[in-house]
């Protein structure tokens, strides 16, 4: 089993990873994001959608929502999320390596490095593949990912997080020539420790560039920050955003 599809992990660090300003960053995004462009009808596409952390946003702002994920606990959660803003959604559980909707979506989205969860190369590429077969032509498939240039600048730092009454140490360790992430997470709450490890892998904007070109994609630009800033030094983030042709 990988460690993504382990429940309990979702379950035992969601404050860790969704904390409340998640959706409160989300919400932002969504309405000031050049990227995020969306009208009222557009139909779109959350891959490993969490909490509904992007899609209340989007369904507030018009657009019909999809979100898939494999983690039936973290669905529920996004039940919870949609009923409580007052807005539909659709939810189904799949695995995004075979998740596919021909020429269904406008807009295909998959957050904070949700992507590169699979050892084998060639899954992560068939999610690409997926995606560009669920949009329209002229749709766009957008993914953000911690990039190799950005991780490289701090790298190696142990982090403490206060969280939920205890505090989260977490250590990154850099695997197999820089192509692969160990994150190992310890939680110290009073007399309770709880300890997991998540995997990943590394993609520099090149690397992920030629993956988006090899699925398909058109048009593939690598962005610094959700405000369309450019993938240079100064960059947050790494996003890139491809188009079926």
């Not at 702002?61 to 529920?76: I, K, Q, Y």
């Not at 939810?91 to 295909?108: I, W």
Request: glycine share 8%.
């Amino acid at each position: 089993m990988g460690w993504y599809e382990d429940d309990d992990l979702w379950v035992g660090f969601a404050e860790v990873m969704f904390p409340p300003r998640r959706a409160a960053e989300a919400e932002q995004v969504v309405a000031t994001s050049p990227l995020f462009k969306v009208t009222a009808g557009d139909r779109v596409l959350d891959l490993a959608c969490g909490p509904a952390t992007h899609l209340v946003p989007l369904a507030r702002r018009g657009a019909v929502v999809t979100g898939v994920d494999l983690s039936e606990a973290m669905l529920a959660r996004a039940r919870q999320a949609c009923e409580q803003a007052g807005v539909d959604a659709r939810l189904v559980r799949a695995d995004m390596r075979e998740h596919v909707e021909p020429d269904s979506y406008d807009l295909v989205i998959n957050m904070y490095t949700s992507f590169g969860y699979f050892t084998d190369p060639g899954e992560n590429l068939a999610v690409l593949r997926n995606a560009h077969a669920s949009l329209t032509p002229g749709g766009r498939l957008l993914v953000d990912v911690l990039g190799k240039e950005v991780f490289a600048g701090w790298v190696g730092r142990t982090q403490a997080v206060d969280v939920g009454g205890g505090t989260v140490f977490m250590r990154d360790t850099v695997l197999d020539d820089w192509t692969r992430l160990r994150s190992d997470w310890t939680w110290v709450r009073g007399d309770e420790v709880r300890r997991t490890s998540l995997y990943s892998t590394l993609y520099s904007a090149a690397e992920l560039r030629a993956l988006f070109e090899a699925a398909g994609f058109a048009d593939v630009e690598c962005f610094g920050d959700f405000d369309a800033s450019p993938y240079d030094n100064h960059a947050r983030r790494l996003i890139v955003r491809g188009t079926r042709a």
